[in-house]
């Protein structure tokens, strides 16, 4: 598992780099952007950044956990995507709706 936190202001661990601010938190994988948490908006932004490895899956994946989600990133046979931790329940909003996995 990646090794940092999300708690503090910049913080660097090894080639993952943490800046918190005011509007939220950004992380960094070799000085690439992998995740960024809007506090303001509430929205959090992914990226593997072309780099679909299990290094970056390891650092967007802790961010997640970090963040209290149940969602987690994955790559199987070259294809990035998103799996549900199925012992938890997931709501969605998408344009007004609500959906409950």
Not at 33 to 45: G, I, W
Not at 77 to 86: E, S
Not at 87 to 99: A, K, P, R
């Amino acid at each position: 598992m990646a090794k940092f936190s999300l708690d503090g202001t910049a913080s660097r661990f090894g080639n993952v780099t943490v800046r918190r601010g005011v509007g939220g938190i950004v992380v960094l994988l070799h000085g690439n952007e992998v995740a960024k948490v809007d506090n303001v908006n509430r929205m959090v932004t992914l990226s593997n950044c072309g780099w679909p490895t299990v290094t970056t899956n390891k650092v967007i994946n802790e961010t997640l956990r970090q963040l209290g989600s149940y969602i987690r990133v994955k790559t199987v046979k070259g294809k990035t995507m998103l799996q549900l931790d199925t012992t938890q329940s997931l709501e969605v909003l998408v344009n007004g709706d609500s959906f409950r996995f």
